[in-house]
């Protein structure tokens, strides 16, 4: 085993390839991992980060390389052998059963007992004993589905630790959490780090690594940009090895007066869930030309339904949405498109695009029946395709044309056509849900200065984000969303992000077990 000062190297990737059959996902991929140590694999979107930690786990098979355990050589042909030999991985979107508590959870798959009998005492006790020896404390009895993100994502740490991982993989682990979730996580992962596990974190963020990697690894289109004991690089440095190109980290937004009137006011709105129950719960706000009101709030708090109700694609239950001082509650989607009320939604893939059209068709979707994009009965092609150019030259928008159907895009430029078609139609309302989602340093900037352009323009805009810093970087106003309801409004320069995600949990401290 090599050694590194005090360190072991527990962990080598040598080599890696992943050949798809049209991308080049991973090449010649060499990486070490110690014990004890924090590692950050940090990359845009696309860079071949989660395909080589799916190697690693047993998801995928290299095309060619190998991996190295304690010196030795191994090979996964799925998770259960990743596991076998000490591997956890906590994926951003949680694999846990919500009917089932926590203890179950943590133990399906692996129970204890004889003879198709489950000894559930023994083995909530040694859950128990991790939890305490972790600090990872959590109701060992409630169910998941009662549990804050959080908290969950304390369970999948807990599981991977009762199948004995010594190196855990976390991909994107702050996506969800609030400050002071992440502080808290921060707290576990450098207490599993004393007890000699090791750590892998798949990230986009600056902040994340700076904050708590020992060394880093760059990955940009499938390779390895750069390697760095983390204390030695500047964010902007990352930044740069992460796009090949200097980076605005910080938005320049100028302080802008509001001297109009509201635009768009929402009065009392009441939305009822899917489970028929409300989830929007007799909310007002407004906003004005010229302003970005940002509503902040951990996910699943109603703000999808909200974004659906003010888009016209949900049923309003009571209250009443005003554009213009007109009520437009039972106004169609179109209406509200031609009205020049424009949305970027959270899913760009489902809501945002029709994925196998060519990005020409995309760009004219909401206004394709008028003109110039059509004309008596069938569509201008030739115009829709000359707009397109302009809009992709216009919005930087990587492609080899306009005719390349938008499902061959990468994520940020796929967000990049949303943005196009939408401002393109001078909306004089914006509607923006979680318009940088999953995308790299590189692409936010871009989207952020788009933003801030339609702000200047007049536009009215509301966003909706769970990135606190994507928040503070736009918003002129935040508002707090908890439980369907605005709980607390904030100038922008008048609170912090401690003091939001202090709210965005409802305004309590938060207990466990």
Partial sequence: MALTGEKQICLEMLSIVKQFPKVLANNNINIKLYTGEILALLGENGAGKSTLMNILYGLYKPTSGEILLNGQAVTFASPRDAIRHGLGMVHQHFMLVETLTVTENIILGVEPGRGGFVDYKAAREEVRALSERYHLHVDLDEKIENLSVGLQQRVEILKALYRKAKILILDEPTAVLTPQEVDEL??????????????????????????????????????????????????????????????????????????????????????????????????????????????????????????????GLRRIESGSLLYKDKIINGDSTQFRIRKKMGYVPADRRRFGLVLPMTISENMALGHHLDKPNAGWFNLCRDYMQSNAKKLVTDFDIRTPGVGVPAEQLSGGNQQKVILAREFSWTPEFLLVSQPTRGLDVGAIEYIHTQILRMRDNDVAILLISLELEEIFSLSDRILIIYEGQIIKEFQAGGTNEKEVGFYMTGGKERSHE
């Fill in 186 to 311: 921060f707290v576990v992962i450098r207490k599993l780090v004393e007890t000699g596990v090791s750590i892998i974190i798949i990230t986009h963020k600056l902040e994340e690594v700076k904050a708590i990697s020992d060394r880093v690894y760059i990955l940009r289109r499938g390779e390895i940009t750069g390697v760095h004991r983390t204390a030695e690089a500047t964010k902007a440095q990352l930044a740069n090895y992460m796009v090949g190109r200097d980076v605005v980290l910080t938005v320049n937004k100028v302080p802008k007066e509001v001297t109009k009137p509201p635009v768009f006011t929402i009065n009392n709105l009441t939305v009822i869930g899917d489970n028929k129950i409300p989830v929007v719960k007799n909310l007002s706000l407004a906003a004005a030309p010229g302003e970005i009101v940002g509503i902040a709030g951990v996910d699943g708090n109603g703000q999808a339904e909200l974004a659906e109700a003010i888009r």
